[in-house]
């Protein structure tokens, strides 16, 4: 079976990416301890809550909305949507995101005042941490979450009174933001989710055809995360270089690394 042009090898089910999250615990401005405030332009994000519990809170059309987070829950939220993950107890969460490699590539837009979308450069300085995982790092990463509510809080104030004018605004300064990044992302979407869904096209034009060659192909993998406790925009983050990703460091390659192959006759043995 011919495989898609230029597709990545070996992504996970529907070129998902993943990570682990466990919330911040900053308090902010307004006394409520969490992340930064952000949407994303073209990607879902599903959070499947693992242990703890918080909240998410979301700025859409539909207004806001307080989403509890218990362990077993699930919430998701489409492109366009700003979300808040709120701590309220060792919060931790899986994350599952549309289109891997998006989201590392830029996706992703914090809800900084209007002032600083506005200026490539600034919002750049303000977005971006220093490598590591130390007292510098946390700090900026502080820094860039307080900015986030700076700008998120008169957004939900004016929705909640019915005025979606400023997060309709928000959404156009981020879209203006990200435009120039379009094609890049357009390839990155084309090598992975697209890719995988042509793929499972193909193997379905082969079954009806008769051809099941594509199942002599059937091994498994298996990774390891990267690097553990970064900086995210919501929490302390446990992160995967998996095919198709970009991530914002170098994968320490012995911690894991990218999947690896495993042999037939190791799976035997962990059975």
């Not at 993943?18 to 409520?32: F, I, P």
Request: aromatic share 6%; net charge negative.
């Amino acid at each position: 079976m011919r495989e898609p042009k230029g597709a990545v090898p070996h992504p996970l089910p529907g070129a998902v990416g993943l990570s682990h999250l466990t919330a911040y615990d900053w308090a902010a401005a307004d006394g409520v301890r969490g992340g930064s405030p952000h949407l994303h332009l073209v990607c879902t994000e599903a959070y499947v809550v693992t242990g703890g519990r918080g909240a998410v809170q979301t700025l859409s059309p539909d207004g806001h909305r307080d989403i509890p987070l218990v362990p077993g829950s699930v919430a998701w939220f489409a492109p366009g949507t700003v979300h808040r993950m709120v701590q309220g107890g060792d919060l931790r969460v899986t994350v599952l995101m549309q289109n891997s490699g998006l989201p590392e590539a830029g996706d992703a837009v914090f809800t900084f005042p209007p002032e600083v979308l506005a200026d490539p450069e600034r919002y750049a300085a303000a977005a971006t941490l220093p490598p590591g995982t130390g007292p510098e790092t946390e700090a900026a990463a502080r820094r860039r979450r307080d900015l986030a509510v700076e700008g998120y809080l008169p957004l939900r104030e004016a929705l909640v009174a019915g005025d979606d004018g400023p997060y309709r605004d928000f959404q156009r300064a981020a879209a203006r933001l990200v435009r120039d990044r379009v094609p890049a992302w357009r390839e990155l979407w084309r090598a992975g989710a697209l890719a995988t869904a042509e793929r499972t096209g193909a193997q379905l034009d082969a079954l009806e055809a008769g051809d099941p060659a594509h199942l002599g192909e059937a091994t498994a993998y298996e990774t390891a995360p990267t690097r553990l406790g970064g900086f995210g925009m919501c929490g302390r983050r446990d992160e995967y270089a998996l095919p198709g990703t970009t991530p914002p460091y170098h994968a320490d390659r012995s911690s894991g690394g990218s999947p690896r192959h495993v042999p037939r006759e190791v799976l035997r043995e962990e059975r």
